[in-house]
């Protein structure tokens, strides 16, 4: 099994270090800063030997070559976007395999939030890593995509199994769920969320891991029926303010 170790970083990212006991590999996954990814690392005596990015942010791909200088570890990141991301090794589309140890996941092609993110799924250990496409209660900005780019991509994430633990970049969650309370005042799962992740935030507590059954029962975004729900529906988290 994976071990998940999640590193707060900056204001609201996590980083993750993925961790193969068997093999001792340590994949680390969207870096934005090495210093407390190369000291969570050292402190459990784990050794990086790969970076996987989703998609070219510089809150994603900032501490690539530091981590790289420092491990030796390879990257890999979504075709299309190498230019933008430093020390990439592989270039990977949907239906590519990527390994940790005897651990195997699946990329998962979801533009939207850039044009070439991608997602990595281990679907034997029950783990999805997505970036900036799918957050706890919300979605990515439509920076380089569409928002029929999107809805598919969010599509493709709800079809994974339900138990499946979501590894998203950010903790937005808060502002996410006052979000989705203005679209759905009614739906009683998303009120009782709202109250856990309330508590959570004030005892300091992260709210991710998230599980693809809870977005699809809280999500405004993955709940949309349409492109045209979907599209109405992120612009109005673009203007919100709550």
């Known amino acids: 099994m994976l071990e998940v170790v999640q590193v707060p970083v900056l204001s609201d990212n996590y980083v993750y270090l993925v961790h193969d006991a068997a093999s001792g590999e340590t994949a680390v996954v969207d870096p934005a800063v090495p210093e407390p990814v190369l000291e969570a690392a050292g402190a459990r005596g784990w050794r990086i030997t790969q970076i996987l990015n989703t998609h070219w942010h ?35 589309v949907e239906g590519d395999a990527v390994c940790i140890g005897a651990a195997v996941g699946k990329v998962i092609d979801v533009p939207g939030h850039t044009a070439g993110h991608n997602a990595y799924h281990f679907a034997a250990d029950g783990l999805l890593f997505c970036g900036d496409t799918l957050f706890a209660m919300g979605c990515g900005r439509l ?48 009120r009782e ?19 693809i059954a809870l977005e699809r029962a809280t999500n405004p975004f993955t709940r949309a029926a349409t492109v045209d729900e979907f599209a109405a529906r992120r612009a109005g988290k673009d203007s919100f303010r709550g």
């Open 58 to 92: 510089p809150d994603h791909v900032g501490a690539n070559a530091a981590i790289k200088a420092a491990t030796g570890c390879t990257i890999t990141g979504p075709a299309g976007e190498e230019a933008k991301i430093p020390g990439i090794d592989r270039a990977v």
């Open 143 to 190: 920076f380089e995509g569409t928002p029929e780019q999107m809805f598919g991509s969010l599509g493709k994430l709800m079809a994974l199994p339900d138990a499946t633990q979501v590894y998203c970049a950010h903790e937005y969650t808060a502002s996410n769920g006052r979000f989705a309370l203005t679209v759905e005042p009614d739906n009683h799962a998303l």
């Open 193 to 211: 969320r709202m109250d856990a992740v309330i508590a959570a935030r004030g005892a300091g507590r992260p709210t991710v891991p998230s599980t």
